[in-house]
Antibody, heavy 124, light 110 residues
Framework: QGQLVQSGVEVTKPGASVKVSCKASDYSFVTHGIAWVRQAPGQGLEWMGWISGYDGKTDYSQKYQGRLTMTTDTSTSTAYLEVRSLTGDDTAVYYC?????????????????WGQGTTVIVSS | QSVVTQSPSASGTPGQKVTISCSGSSSNFGRHYVYWYQHLPGTAPKLLISKNTQRPSGVPDRFSGSKSGTSASLTINGLRSGDEGDYHCAAWDDSVSAVVFGGGTKLTVL
């Protein structure tokens, strides 16, 4: 079935960076992707982008204008999301989700299994 | 602001039927499958409906999805208190090359 376990709460200051991890288990990491979705307080879900577990190709949402880096470590089946130049608007719960994809073509299909979420608080 | 419009709230009593609707556009719902995610308090979101109408393994048949043109609906039959939470529709959008979500519907079981 698959499981995703995320790292814990992060409290950080404006202007800093944060790196969230997402460890996958019970499925083949390299035949799927990992997406990142966030939910700010009182808001809906927001797409950030996804990374292929097969070759590390990425597709970022244009909204983030170069502030994101998504990476994977296939030796540990772990995906990482780094967000730079944080502001209070980045305060949110960040979720990773398994992407069903045609990884050899880097073609996104949909998300099925989700992580439990990582709360990131940006405050001075 | 979401490019997909979703009613912010819905409610019903146990045993009732509730329908949650989403309205998209030609660049998302009009061209791609719609997915529904259930997000219960304190839990990870869960895929509820895949490819407009399909229930993943383990999802009760009380839940059903439909799509017509650029609109989609999620119907819950035999409402239960455990169904209380947020429901999100989503689809790929060609105009922004990203997944777009509805704003989420908060379902209350009275």
């Amino acid at each position: 079935q698959g499981q995703l376990v995320q790292s814990g709460v992060e409290v950080t200051k404006p202007g800093a960076s944060v790196k969230v991890s997402c460890k996958a288990s019970d499925y083949s990491f390299v035949t799927h992707g990992i997406a990142w979705v966030r939910q700010a307080p009182g808001q809906g879900l927001e797409w950030m982008g996804w990374i292929s577990g097969y070759d590390g190709k990425t597709d970022y949402s244009q909204k983030y204008q170069g502030r994101l880096t998504m990476t994977t470590d296939t030796s540990t089946s772990t995906a990482y999301l780094e967000v730079r130049s944080l502001t209070g608007d980045d305060t949110a719960v960040y979720y990773c989700a398994r992407v069903m994809a045609t990884v050899t073509l880097f073609r996104y299909e949909y998300m099925d299994v989700w992580g439990q979420g990582t709360t990131v608080i940006v405050s001075s | 602001q979401s490019v997909v419009t979703q009613s912010p709230s819905a409610s019903g009593t146990p045993g009732q039927k509730v329908t949650i609707s989403c309205s998209g556009s030609s660049s998302n719902f009009g061209r791609h499958y719609v997915y529904w995610y259930q997000h219960l308090p304190g839990t990870a979101p869960k895929l509820l409906i895949s490819k407009n109408t399909q229930r993943p393994s383990g999802v009760p048949d009380r839940f059903s999805g439909s799509k017509s043109g650029t609109s989609a609906s999620l119907t819950i039959n035999g409402l239960r208190s455990g169904d209380e939470g947020d429901y999100h529709c989503a689809a790929w959008d060609d105009s922004v090359s990203a997944v777009v979500f509805g704003g989420g519907t908060k379902l209350t079981v009275l």
